[in-house]
């Protein structure tokens, strides 16, 4: 696959310094209030607010996407146009991208035209995707291999989190990548965690969500059971929000319309985080769970229950949607 914007790679790349001298020079923790030249790649629901804030925060940013409609919502926030891939990493200081999955992260870095055959020397790199494991740290071994500092450094916290600024970003990498990359994430974050070595934000990020899919099923259950008992749903969520059933999934997400008037139950479930999403997220975290040896009896039915979801229609609608599923409605 060959991305637009040809595949030559850029002339700088041909005198690259040592990774270190290049990275502290330019990506040191002391250049967050200086402008920097930022590629982003991956301009959706996630990416575009997310780039808005790193303009909104005086960087130039450079963006890419393969929708017409996301590039020009990136230039109506005042941020520039590439016109490919190869383009966009020549004249970057630093890159990140949000992409779908592992095998987009692999095209985009590795592949013929894409960031690592023509990244500058120094070049920050920083993937915000959700992928598997074993991907993130095949894709930043290649980018050590050339000199590149890279981080993985997936989110949590969803659309309102990426407009607001207050995402978590959950970061694998080396020290000096974590202190490099962190000015950029504080801009689109408020929760910056340095979760270890490369990949380990990836994990971070699955272990998290297949807690968050594991907690909504069982707060849609109790709905659902209240419901069969007669038990009013502002009752249970009164008593539940204060009492041992108290959890995230209960007291800022409630799947049903009422005691939280902020939560998608209250607009038809369109979501914020859509079903379609979790099911990926559950997956990941079962195929690293199979290939670890580690048991998740609950996450491997959590997985299967958004499948079933999902597969009936439900895919596009928020993944607290699946009370309604349960419900049978």
Not at 154 to 168: D, E, I, K, R, W
Not at 241 to 254: D, R, V
């Amino acid at each position: 696959m060959r991305f637009r914007g040809g595949s030559a790679r850029a002339e700088s790349n041909h005198q690259k310094s040592h990774p270190r001298d290049s990275l502290h020079s330019r990506n040191s923790p002391g250049r967050k209030n200086m402008a920097s030249t930022i590629g982003f790649i991956g301009l959706g629901n996630m990416g575009g607010p997310m780039a808005a804030n790193l303009v909104k925060a005086g960087h130039r940013v450079i963006g890419f996407d393969l929708s017409g409609d996301a590039m020009s919502a990136h230039a109506d926030a005042g941020g520039e146009k590439a016109g490919g891939v190869a383009e966009l990493a020549a004249a970057a200081e630093v890159v990140v991208t949000m992409l779908p999955a592992g095998k987009h992260v692999r095209q985009i870095y590795q592949g013929e035209g894409g960031i690592l055959e023509n990244a500058k020397a120094g070049t920050l790199l920083i993937d915000s995707s959700t992928i598997d494991v074993d991907s993130a740290r095949v894709v930043s071994a290649a980018a050590a291999e050339q000199g590149l500092a890279m981080v993985d450094a997936p989110v949590s916290g969803g659309v309102g989190g990426a407009t607001a600024g207050t995402l978590t970003f959950m970061v694998g990498g080396s020290d000096e990548g974590f202190a490099a990359a962190k000015p950029f994430l504080d801009i689109m974050g408020k929760t910056i965690v340095h979760a270890g070595g490369a990949g380990n934000g990836q994990a971070a990020k699955i272990c998290n969500n297949m807690i968050l899919g594991i907690s909504m099923i069982g707060v849609c259950e109790a709905f659902v059971l209240a419901e069969k008992l007669g038990l009013d749903a502002q009752k249970l969520f009164d008593i539940s929000s204060t009492a041992s059933g108290q959890c995230w999934s209960l007291t800022s997400y409630c799947p049903v319309p009422g005691p939280l008037p902020s939560s998608p139950a209250n607009r038809d479930y369109q979501p914020g985080f859509a079903a379609e999403m979790m099911l990926k997220d559950l997956k990941l975290a079962q195929e690293a769970a199979n290939s670890s040896g580690a048991a998740t009896p609950l996450g491997a039915e959590a997985a299967a229950l958004y499948a079933l979801f999902c597969n009936s229609g439900g895919e596009g609608t928020d993944f607290s949607g699946i009370v309604k599923f349960l419900r049978g409605t």
